[in-house]
């Protein structure tokens, strides 16, 4: 058999023609000479179709390579790899496409202009617009925040929502944060991931949450409302002492409605409901600590000096402990000297 185009003897491929003329003759892929991208300024993310996403450029190009350039059906298994070179006033790409026409590997390439134009997507547009969906009120019972609590809990937020952003949450930002009548409110964008921020928030600091909501318009006929999740901490603290039924009590840990605390006199740990404690009285907080040289132990009870008027106590130990230490923590409610938990105590 020979080529009808070629005269070359040999196998024909198809239409009466060998393998090279019937490649020369026919073009498998065909696209645009020029592609116009869309960019945030702000964010950074790129538009696709009529959506916003925050794929690398890279990424965002073989999306709309894929989507306008047209490749034949005829070819199996094609696989897309670009190149681009920035110039001054636009972007210089290489499209590659390679797949395969029955057994033979087809490779073609286009030169083609990528133009970026700057355009802010939807989520900016809120954010500058002040958009938001729910209000994160955080209030203390009784008292104000403090600074410390003020800090940490910003820091616990903003990771939140930095963390739900990374999940895929593009929609959610903070619009703004102020402190507020003692306490934080919080300007999220959007409803669900505040409900899980609150919820978040009191797992770690304790509380009650009581939500609310207020009719802000109609929108796709439907009535939208804003909501606001109020959180109100307890009064008590992490580290407060406490009296409590007679006895003083440590604090430490609160979480959800359960408080951890410590008995001081025998070092025994409980857990209460914060409504057991409400009514308690808080005795004091960091500044009651101090430290006293240990000048001798037995097994039931320490000797100790305050460094300051050298005076001597004797104190009775809460467990069969052996101090490995010159300086031990107490703290001294009214007349009576309670021992610390340290990291340098052998329990025997």
Same mark, same amino acid.
């Given at each position: 058999?020979?080529?009808?185009?070629?005269?070359?003897?040999?196998?024909?491929?198809?239409?009466?023609?060998?393998?090279?003329?019937?490649?020369?003759?026919?073009?498998?892929?065909?696209?645009?000479?020029?592609?116009?991208?869309?960019?945030?300024?702000?964010?950074?993310?790129?538009?696709?179709?009529?959506?916003?996403?925050?794929?690398?450029?890279?990424?965002?190009? +073989?999306?709309? /390579? $894929?989507?306008?350039?047209? !490749?034949? @059906?005829?070819?199996?298994?094609?696989? =897309?790899?670009? *190149? &681009?070179?920035?110039? +001054?006033?636009? /972007? $210089?790409?290489?499209?590659? !496409?390679? @797949?395969?026409?029955?057994?033979?590997? =087809?490779?073609? *390439? &286009?030169?083609?202009?990528?133009?970026?134009?700057?355009?802010?997507?939807?989520?900016?547009?809120?954010?500058?617009?002040?958009?938001?969906?729910?209000?994160?009120?955080?209030?203390?019972?009784?008292?104000?925040?403090?600074?410390?609590?003020?800090?940490?809990?910003?820091?616990?937020?903003?990771?939140?929502?930095?963390?739900?952003?990374?999940?895929?949450?593009?929609?959610?930002?903070?619009?703004?944060?102020?402190?507020?009548?003692?306490?934080?409110?919080?300007?999220?964008?959007?409803?669900?991931?505040?409900?899980?921020?609150?919820?978040?928030?009191?797992?770690?600091?304790?509380?009650?949450?009581?939500?609310?909501?207020?009719?802000?318009?109609?929108?796709?006929?439907?009535?939208?409302?804003?909501?606001?999740?109020?959180?109100?901490?307890?009064?008590?603290?992490?580290?407060?002492?406490?009296?409590?039924?007679?006895?003083?009590?440590?604090?430490?840990?609160?979480?959800?409605?359960?408080?951890?605390?410590?008995?001081?006199?025998?070092?025994?740990?409980?857990?209460?409901?914060?409504?057991?404690?409400?009514?308690?009285?808080?005795?004091?907080?960091?500044?009651?600590?101090?430290?006293?040289?240990?000048?001798?132990?037995?097994?039931?009870?320490?000797?100790?000096?305050?460094?300051?008027?050298?005076?001597?106590?004797?104190?009775?130990?809460?467990?069969?402990?052996?101090?490995?230490?010159?300086?031990?923590?107490?703290?001294?409610?009214?007349?009576?000297?309670?021992?610390?938990?340290?990291?340098?105590?052998?329990?025997?």
């Amino acid at each position: 058999m020979f080529c009808v185009e070629c005269g070359k003897i040999g196998e024909i491929f198809r239409d009466a023609v060998c393998v090279d003329c019937y490649m020369k003759a026919h073009s498998f892929t065909k696209g645009p000479d020029v592609i116009s991208l869309s960019t945030c300024p702000h964010c950074g993310s790129y538009k696709y179709k009529n959506s916003w996403i925050t794929d690398s450029f890279d990424e965002i190009l +073989k999306r709309w /390579i $894929k989507h306008l350039f047209d !490749i034949s @059906g005829e070819i199996n298994k094609p696989k =897309i790899s670009t *190149e &681009h070179k920035e110039e +001054k006033e636009y /972007i $210089k790409g290489k499209v590659t !496409i390679t @797949g395969f026409l029955d057994n033979i590997q =087809i490779t073609e *390439e &286009h030169d083609t202009i990528v133009r970026i134009k700057n355009d802010v997507c939807d989520v900016c547009s809120k954010r500058f617009g002040g958009y938001h969906e729910a209000i994160v009120q955080v209030r203390a019972d009784n008292r104000n925040l403090t600074k410390k609590e003020i800090t940490m809990i910003k820091k616990y937020v903003e990771s939140l929502v930095k963390s739900l952003q990374e999940k895929g949450h593009r929609g959610l930002f903070i619009t703004d944060m102020g402190e507020e009548h003692g306490g934080l409110d919080f300007f999220i964008s959007d409803k669900g991931s505040a409900k899980t921020i609150t919820k978040k928030i009191q797992e770690s600091y304790g509380g009650e949450i009581k939500k609310s909501s207020k009719n802000i318009g109609m929108k796709d006929g439907r009535q939208v409302y804003r909501m606001t999740y109020l959180l109100r901490l307890p009064s008590i603290r992490k580290g407060d002492f406490i009296s409590h039924e007679g006895a003083i009590f440590n604090i430490y840990t609160i979480s959800r409605n359960k408080v951890h605390i410590l008995e001081l006199s025998g070092w025994t740990e409980k857990i209460f409901d914060i409504k057991e404690l409400e009514n308690d009285n808080i005795i004091g907080r960091d500044e009651l600590i101090k430290e006293m040289i240990l000048v001798s132990q037995t097994k039931e009870e320490v000797q100790l000096m305050d460094p300051k008027t050298y005076k001597t106590f004797e104190v009775r130990k809460p467990k069969n402990i052996s101090y490995d230490l010159k300086k031990v923590k107490i703290v001294k409610i009214e007349d009576e000297i309670f021992l610390l938990p340290d990291n340098n105590i052998n329990h025997k």
